[in-house]
Protein backbone atom coordinates (compact mmCIF):
# COMPACT_ATOMS: atom_id res chain seq x y z
CA UNK A 1 0.00 0.00 0.00
CA UNK A 2 1.06 3.72 -0.49
CA UNK A 3 2.94 5.03 2.69
CA UNK A 4 1.24 7.20 4.91
CA UNK A 5 2.61 9.88 7.42
CA UNK A 6 2.07 9.24 11.05
CA UNK A 7 -0.55 11.26 12.78
CA UNK A 8 -0.65 13.03 9.33
CA UNK A 9 -1.92 16.96 9.20
CA UNK A 10 -3.97 17.69 6.28
CA UNK A 11 -3.15 21.23 5.71
CA UNK A 12 -5.19 23.93 4.60
CA UNK A 13 -4.76 24.77 0.70
CA UNK A 14 -6.56 27.60 -1.30
CA UNK A 15 -6.30 28.90 -4.90
CA UNK A 16 -5.89 32.40 -5.19
CA UNK A 17 -8.62 32.10 -7.70
CA UNK A 18 -11.16 30.81 -4.82
CA UNK A 19 -9.74 33.05 -2.66
CA UNK A 20 -10.97 36.02 -4.40
CA UNK A 21 -14.46 34.62 -4.83
CA UNK A 22 -15.31 33.67 -1.22
CA UNK A 23 -14.21 36.95 -0.81
CA UNK A 24 -16.51 38.35 -3.32
CA UNK A 25 -19.43 36.25 -1.56
CA UNK A 26 -18.55 37.26 1.47
CA UNK A 27 -18.61 40.90 1.21
CA UNK A 28 -21.59 40.29 -1.21
CA UNK A 29 -23.66 38.61 0.98
CA UNK A 30 -22.30 37.42 4.32
CA UNK A 31 -20.11 35.02 6.17
CA UNK A 32 -23.52 33.16 6.87
CA UNK A 33 -24.96 33.38 3.16
CA UNK A 34 -25.54 29.88 1.32
CA UNK A 35 -23.07 29.94 -1.04
CA UNK A 36 -19.85 31.68 0.64
CA UNK A 37 -20.76 28.96 3.33
CA UNK A 38 -20.88 26.17 0.78
CA UNK A 39 -17.12 27.07 -0.43
CA UNK A 40 -16.22 27.98 3.12
CA UNK A 41 -16.90 24.58 4.54
CA UNK A 42 -15.30 22.45 1.90
CA UNK A 43 -11.91 24.16 1.76
CA UNK A 44 -11.12 25.98 5.26
CA UNK A 45 -9.30 23.72 8.05
CA UNK A 46 -11.78 23.90 11.09
CA UNK A 47 -11.53 22.67 14.54
CA UNK A 48 -14.36 19.86 14.03
CA UNK A 49 -11.91 17.93 12.30
CA UNK A 50 -9.22 17.19 15.24
CA UNK A 51 -12.24 16.41 17.08
CA UNK A 52 -12.34 12.79 18.83
CA UNK A 53 -15.07 10.66 16.31
CA UNK A 54 -15.27 7.03 15.15
CA UNK A 55 -13.98 8.19 11.70
CA UNK A 56 -10.63 6.94 12.01
CA UNK A 57 -9.42 5.51 8.69
CA UNK A 58 -6.44 6.94 7.11
CA UNK A 59 -7.33 5.77 3.63
CA UNK A 60 -10.59 5.13 1.45
CA UNK A 61 -9.55 1.49 0.86
CA UNK A 62 -8.71 -0.22 4.41
CA UNK A 63 -7.37 -3.10 1.67
CA UNK A 64 -4.05 -3.61 -0.75
CA UNK A 65 -5.26 -2.34 -3.76
CA UNK A 66 -1.47 -2.18 -5.40
CA UNK A 67 -0.06 -4.05 -8.19
CA UNK A 68 3.07 -5.75 -9.12
CA UNK A 69 4.72 -6.71 -12.53
CA UNK A 70 8.01 -8.60 -12.60
CA UNK A 71 8.41 -8.73 -8.67
CA UNK A 72 7.53 -5.36 -8.09
CA UNK A 73 4.88 -2.78 -6.79
CA UNK A 74 4.25 -0.35 -9.79
CA UNK A 75 3.90 2.59 -8.51
CA UNK A 76 0.44 5.02 -8.56
CA UNK A 77 -1.49 2.27 -10.12
CA UNK A 78 -4.54 0.75 -8.20
CA UNK A 79 -6.82 -2.18 -9.70
CA UNK A 80 -10.16 -2.87 -8.29
CA UNK A 81 -12.24 -3.57 -11.37
CA UNK A 82 -12.11 -6.04 -14.25
CA UNK A 83 -12.09 -3.41 -17.12
CA UNK A 84 -10.30 -0.33 -15.62
CA UNK A 85 -8.34 1.00 -13.23
CA UNK A 86 -6.62 3.86 -11.52
CA UNK A 87 -3.45 5.30 -12.06
CA UNK A 88 -2.21 8.70 -10.04
CA UNK A 89 0.36 10.74 -11.83
CA UNK A 90 0.72 12.77 -8.81
CA UNK A 91 -0.93 13.72 -5.44
CA UNK A 92 -0.74 17.51 -5.68
CA UNK A 93 -3.84 19.90 -6.50
CA UNK A 94 -4.34 23.71 -6.19
CA UNK A 95 -6.29 23.52 -3.51
CA UNK A 96 -7.23 20.98 -0.52
CA UNK A 97 -10.83 19.73 -0.33
CA UNK A 98 -10.80 18.70 3.33
CA UNK A 99 -12.96 15.67 2.67
CA UNK A 100 -10.43 14.33 0.28
CA UNK A 101 -10.32 10.91 -0.03
CA UNK A 102 -6.57 10.85 -0.55
CA UNK A 103 -6.14 13.19 2.49
CA UNK A 104 -3.49 11.09 4.11
CA UNK A 105 -1.53 9.83 1.59
CA UNK A 106 2.30 10.62 1.47
CA UNK A 107 2.39 13.20 -1.21
CA UNK A 108 4.24 12.21 -4.40
CA UNK A 109 4.67 12.85 -8.31
CA UNK A 110 5.88 10.03 -10.56
CA UNK A 111 8.39 10.59 -13.14
CA UNK A 112 8.41 9.99 -16.62
CA UNK A 113 10.08 6.38 -16.19
CA UNK A 114 7.67 5.62 -13.61
CA UNK A 115 5.00 6.45 -15.93
CA UNK A 116 6.37 4.38 -18.31
CA UNK A 117 6.05 1.35 -16.23
CA UNK A 118 2.35 2.14 -15.90
CA UNK A 119 1.75 2.17 -18.86
CA UNK A 120 3.82 -1.02 -19.80
CA UNK A 121 2.01 -2.72 -17.03
CA UNK A 122 -1.56 -1.88 -18.65
CA UNK A 123 -0.58 -3.36 -21.89
CA UNK A 124 0.96 -6.63 -20.42
CA UNK A 125 -0.16 -9.52 -20.79
CA UNK A 126 -1.22 -9.54 -16.82
CA UNK A 127 -4.20 -7.21 -17.38
CA UNK A 128 -4.50 -6.87 -21.18
CA UNK A 129 -7.13 -9.19 -22.16
CA UNK A 130 -9.84 -7.39 -20.39
CA UNK A 131 -8.28 -3.39 -19.52
CA UNK A 132 -10.33 -1.39 -21.68
CA UNK A 133 -9.58 2.08 -18.94
CA UNK A 134 -8.24 3.61 -17.27
CA UNK A 135 -8.99 6.63 -14.71
CA UNK A 136 -5.80 8.94 -14.32
CA UNK A 137 -6.64 10.79 -10.96
CA UNK A 138 -4.75 12.07 -7.79
CA UNK A 139 -3.78 14.62 -6.97
CA UNK A 140 -4.99 16.82 -10.26
CA UNK A 141 -3.17 15.67 -13.03
CA UNK A 142 -3.98 18.80 -15.11
CA UNK A 143 -1.84 20.48 -12.67
CA UNK A 144 1.32 18.84 -14.45
CA UNK A 145 0.03 19.09 -18.36
CA UNK A 146 3.65 17.82 -19.63
CA UNK A 147 3.79 14.78 -17.36
CA UNK A 148 0.03 14.08 -18.06
CA UNK A 149 0.47 14.25 -21.62
CA UNK A 150 3.59 11.87 -21.48
CA UNK A 151 1.73 9.43 -19.99
CA UNK A 152 -1.35 9.50 -22.32
CA UNK A 153 0.99 8.96 -24.95
CA UNK A 154 3.03 6.10 -23.14
CA UNK A 155 -0.32 4.28 -22.92
CA UNK A 156 -1.11 4.49 -26.72
CA UNK A 157 2.58 3.33 -27.66
CA UNK A 158 2.34 0.59 -24.70
CA UNK A 159 -0.80 -0.47 -24.15
CA UNK A 160 -3.45 -0.53 -27.37
CA UNK A 161 -5.94 -2.03 -25.43
CA UNK A 162 -6.70 1.07 -23.52
CA UNK A 163 -9.57 2.77 -25.48
CA UNK A 164 -10.74 5.04 -22.96
CA UNK A 165 -9.29 7.50 -20.72
CA UNK A 166 -10.81 9.44 -17.88
CA UNK A 167 -8.79 12.69 -16.15
CA UNK A 168 -9.72 13.16 -12.61
CA UNK A 169 -9.76 17.32 -12.12
CA UNK A 170 -10.98 19.99 -9.98
CA UNK A 171 -8.81 22.30 -11.79
CA UNK A 172 -12.53 23.61 -13.02
CA UNK A 173 -13.03 25.28 -10.25
CA UNK A 174 -10.14 25.16 -8.31
CA UNK A 175 -8.38 27.58 -10.98
CA UNK A 176 -9.83 27.19 -14.31
CA UNK A 177 -6.83 30.12 -15.46
CA UNK A 178 -4.66 27.69 -15.28
CA UNK A 179 -6.61 25.19 -18.19
CA UNK A 180 -4.81 26.46 -21.88
CA UNK A 181 -3.46 25.18 -24.82
CA UNK A 182 -1.08 23.11 -23.24
CA UNK A 183 -3.85 21.06 -21.47
CA UNK A 184 -6.52 21.48 -24.75
CA UNK A 185 -3.09 20.23 -26.92
CA UNK A 186 -3.32 16.80 -24.82
CA UNK A 187 -6.97 15.84 -26.23
CA UNK A 188 -6.17 16.51 -29.90
CA UNK A 189 -5.02 14.21 -32.70
CA UNK A 190 -5.69 10.99 -30.43
CA UNK A 191 -7.41 8.50 -32.87
CA UNK A 192 -9.34 5.62 -31.27
CA UNK A 193 -9.21 7.07 -28.09
CA UNK A 194 -12.14 8.20 -26.21
CA UNK A 195 -11.47 11.37 -23.55
CA UNK A 196 -13.74 11.83 -20.64
CA UNK A 197 -13.12 14.68 -18.00
CA UNK A 198 -14.56 13.88 -14.36
CA UNK A 199 -14.79 16.55 -12.28
CA UNK A 200 -16.36 17.25 -8.98
CA UNK A 201 -18.87 20.44 -8.44
CA UNK A 202 -20.61 20.11 -5.35
CA UNK A 203 -22.95 23.29 -5.45
CA UNK A 204 -24.31 25.54 -7.88
CA UNK A 205 -21.67 28.15 -6.94
CA UNK A 206 -18.68 26.64 -7.92
CA UNK A 207 -19.93 27.07 -11.75
CA UNK A 208 -18.31 30.30 -12.02
CA UNK A 209 -18.10 32.51 -15.42
CA UNK A 210 -14.74 30.97 -15.87
CA UNK A 211 -15.19 27.64 -14.80
CA UNK A 212 -17.99 27.42 -17.60
CA UNK A 213 -15.90 28.98 -20.06
CA UNK A 214 -13.14 26.24 -19.90
CA UNK A 215 -16.33 23.40 -19.84
CA UNK A 216 -17.63 24.81 -22.97
CA UNK A 217 -13.84 24.98 -24.61
CA UNK A 218 -13.19 21.70 -23.73
CA UNK A 219 -16.64 20.10 -24.44
CA UNK A 220 -15.85 21.37 -27.99
CA UNK A 221 -12.66 19.42 -28.31
CA UNK A 222 -15.00 16.12 -28.31
CA UNK A 223 -14.64 15.10 -24.59
CA UNK A 224 -17.22 14.46 -22.42
CA UNK A 225 -17.30 15.96 -19.01
CA UNK A 226 -18.98 14.56 -16.16
CA UNK A 227 -19.48 15.20 -12.69
CA UNK A 228 -18.62 13.34 -9.47
CA UNK A 229 -20.87 15.12 -6.64
CA UNK A 230 -20.52 14.66 -2.86
CA UNK A 231 -23.45 14.90 -0.49
CA UNK A 232 -21.77 17.35 2.22
CA UNK A 233 -23.64 18.25 5.69
CA UNK A 234 -24.30 21.52 5.32
CA UNK A 235 -23.24 22.11 1.69
CA UNK A 236 -26.06 20.29 -0.24
CA UNK A 237 -27.39 18.00 2.05
CA UNK A 238 -31.13 19.61 0.67
CA UNK A 239 -32.92 18.88 -2.10
CA UNK A 240 -33.23 22.63 -3.28
CA UNK A 241 -29.89 23.02 -3.45
CA UNK A 242 -28.83 19.24 -5.72
CA UNK A 243 -31.90 20.06 -7.89
CA UNK A 244 -30.51 23.68 -8.89
CA UNK A 245 -26.99 21.69 -8.88
CA UNK A 246 -28.33 18.92 -11.27
CA UNK A 247 -30.42 21.47 -13.39
CA UNK A 248 -27.44 23.46 -13.88
CA UNK A 249 -25.14 20.83 -14.82
CA UNK A 250 -27.05 19.50 -17.35
CA UNK A 251 -27.53 23.11 -19.06
CA UNK A 252 -23.60 22.60 -19.36
CA UNK A 253 -23.97 19.36 -20.94
CA UNK A 254 -22.28 17.87 -18.19
CA UNK A 255 -23.31 13.71 -16.83
CA UNK A 256 -24.11 13.48 -13.84
CA UNK A 257 -22.55 10.24 -12.15
CA UNK A 258 -22.21 8.79 -8.70
CA UNK A 259 -23.10 11.15 -5.94
CA UNK A 260 -21.18 9.96 -2.74
CA UNK A 261 -22.00 9.70 1.21
CA UNK A 262 -19.01 11.25 2.84
CA UNK A 263 -16.43 8.95 3.50
CA UNK A 264 -15.52 7.42 6.74
CA UNK A 265 -12.30 9.17 7.42
CA UNK A 266 -10.64 10.87 10.00
CA UNK A 267 -11.25 14.55 10.39
CA UNK A 268 -14.82 13.99 8.00
CA UNK A 269 -17.64 13.72 11.28
CA UNK A 270 -18.69 16.95 10.76
CA UNK A 271 -19.31 16.55 7.01
CA UNK A 272 -21.13 13.15 7.11
CA UNK A 273 -24.93 13.12 6.58
CA UNK A 274 -26.20 10.20 7.65
CA UNK A 275 -26.95 7.14 4.78
CA UNK A 276 -30.73 7.19 5.92
CA UNK A 277 -30.69 11.39 4.70
CA UNK A 278 -28.85 10.38 1.82
CA UNK A 279 -30.99 8.21 0.80
CA UNK A 280 -34.59 9.99 1.64
CA UNK A 281 -32.81 13.19 -0.50
CA UNK A 282 -31.81 11.33 -3.20
CA UNK A 283 -35.63 9.83 -2.93
CA UNK A 284 -37.25 13.07 -3.37
CA UNK A 285 -34.63 14.17 -5.81
CA UNK A 286 -35.43 11.22 -8.31
CA UNK A 287 -38.94 10.43 -7.86
CA UNK A 288 -40.40 14.33 -7.96
CA UNK A 289 -40.53 15.34 -10.90
CA UNK A 290 -37.48 17.89 -9.75
CA UNK A 291 -35.16 16.76 -12.08
CA UNK A 292 -34.54 15.66 -16.06
CA UNK A 293 -33.71 11.78 -15.63
CA UNK A 294 -31.89 12.43 -17.85
CA UNK A 295 -29.65 13.64 -15.20
CA UNK A 296 -30.27 11.49 -12.28
CA UNK A 297 -27.27 10.45 -10.07
CA UNK A 298 -26.48 7.00 -8.35
CA UNK A 299 -26.27 7.65 -4.84
CA UNK A 300 -23.14 5.43 -3.50
CA UNK A 301 -20.46 4.31 -0.75
CA UNK A 302 -17.18 4.44 -1.44
CA UNK A 303 -15.94 1.54 0.72
CA UNK A 304 -13.38 -0.72 1.56
CA UNK A 305 -14.06 -2.98 -1.29
CA UNK A 306 -15.04 -1.12 -3.51
CA UNK A 307 -18.19 1.98 -4.43
CA UNK A 308 -21.81 -0.13 -3.99
CA UNK A 309 -25.07 1.44 -5.31
CA UNK A 310 -27.58 2.31 -2.58
CA UNK A 311 -30.91 0.94 -3.47
CA UNK A 312 -33.36 -1.78 -2.33
CA UNK A 313 -32.05 -4.81 -1.02
CA UNK A 314 -28.72 -3.15 -0.13
CA UNK A 315 -28.44 -2.57 3.29
CA UNK A 316 -28.93 -5.53 5.18
CA UNK A 317 -28.34 -4.80 8.66
CA UNK A 318 -27.18 -2.12 11.42
CA UNK A 319 -24.95 -2.61 14.15
CA UNK A 320 -24.44 0.58 16.41
CA UNK A 321 -23.43 2.98 13.90
CA UNK A 322 -22.74 0.93 11.23
CA UNK A 323 -24.41 -0.65 8.49
CA UNK A 324 -23.82 -3.97 6.79
CA UNK A 325 -23.98 -3.52 2.75
CA UNK A 326 -24.13 -5.99 0.36
CA UNK A 327 -22.01 -5.42 -2.95
CA UNK A 328 -22.32 -8.01 -6.11
CA UNK A 329 -18.35 -8.01 -6.18
CA UNK A 330 -17.27 -11.78 -6.80
CA UNK A 331 -14.65 -12.60 -4.02
CA UNK A 332 -12.85 -14.62 -6.46
CA UNK A 333 -12.67 -12.28 -9.47
CA UNK A 334 -11.63 -9.42 -7.08
CA UNK A 335 -8.24 -11.70 -6.56
CA UNK A 336 -8.22 -12.93 -10.29
CA UNK A 337 -8.19 -9.15 -11.06
CA UNK A 338 -5.64 -8.11 -8.61
CA UNK A 339 -3.84 -11.26 -7.00
CA UNK A 340 -2.30 -8.79 -4.19
CA UNK A 341 -5.80 -7.92 -2.66
CA UNK A 342 -6.73 -9.16 1.09
CA UNK A 343 -10.23 -9.26 2.22
CA UNK A 344 -10.33 -5.96 4.46
CA UNK A 345 -11.58 -6.83 8.43
CA UNK A 346 -15.00 -5.05 7.87
CA UNK A 347 -15.75 -7.04 5.11
CA UNK A 348 -16.99 -11.14 4.44
CA UNK A 349 -17.75 -13.42 2.01
CA UNK A 350 -21.53 -14.24 2.16
CA UNK A 351 -22.77 -17.95 0.58
CA UNK A 352 -22.49 -17.00 -2.61
CA UNK A 353 -19.17 -15.68 -2.40
CA UNK A 354 -20.08 -12.03 -2.66
CA UNK A 355 -18.58 -9.36 -0.73
CA UNK A 356 -20.34 -7.83 2.10
CA UNK A 357 -19.08 -5.10 4.26
CA UNK A 358 -19.50 -3.31 7.57
CA UNK A 359 -20.00 0.52 6.82
CA UNK A 360 -20.23 3.46 9.51
CA UNK A 361 -23.01 5.79 9.36
CA UNK A 362 -23.06 9.65 9.14
CA UNK A 363 -24.97 11.14 11.57
CA UNK A 364 -27.79 14.06 11.25
CA UNK A 365 -26.35 16.01 14.51
CA UNK A 366 -26.69 19.66 14.08
CA UNK A 367 -22.56 19.50 14.66
CA UNK A 368 -20.05 22.18 13.26
CA UNK A 369 -21.44 22.64 9.81
CA UNK A 370 -23.98 25.13 10.53
CA UNK A 371 -21.30 27.20 12.81
CA UNK A 372 -21.30 30.61 10.97
CA UNK A 373 -18.01 30.87 9.68
CA UNK A 374 -15.40 33.50 10.24
CA UNK A 375 -15.72 36.00 7.23
Known amino acids: MGATTEKSVFPEKISPFLKEKMAALCAGGGAASADYRALYLQYVKQAAEDAVALED ?116 SHDPRRIDNNIFEIFKHKPGIRFELATQINHPVELFPETIEKIVDISALGVKIYSQNVLLKGVNDDVETLAALYDRLRELHVEAHYLFHCLPMKGMHHLRPSLGKGIELVKRLLNSGRISGRIKPMFAAMTDIGKITLYEGTVLARKDNKVLLQSHYSYADRLRWNPNWKLPKTAAVDENGLLRMWYLDGSDDAASSREIPHA
Open 57 to 172: NERHWEANVDVEMDGHRVKGVERLYRHSLVIEPTLVCASHCRYCLRAHYGMFTLSEDELKQAALFCGSKLVRDELREVLITGGDPLILPQRLGYLVDALMKYAPNVKTMRIATRLL
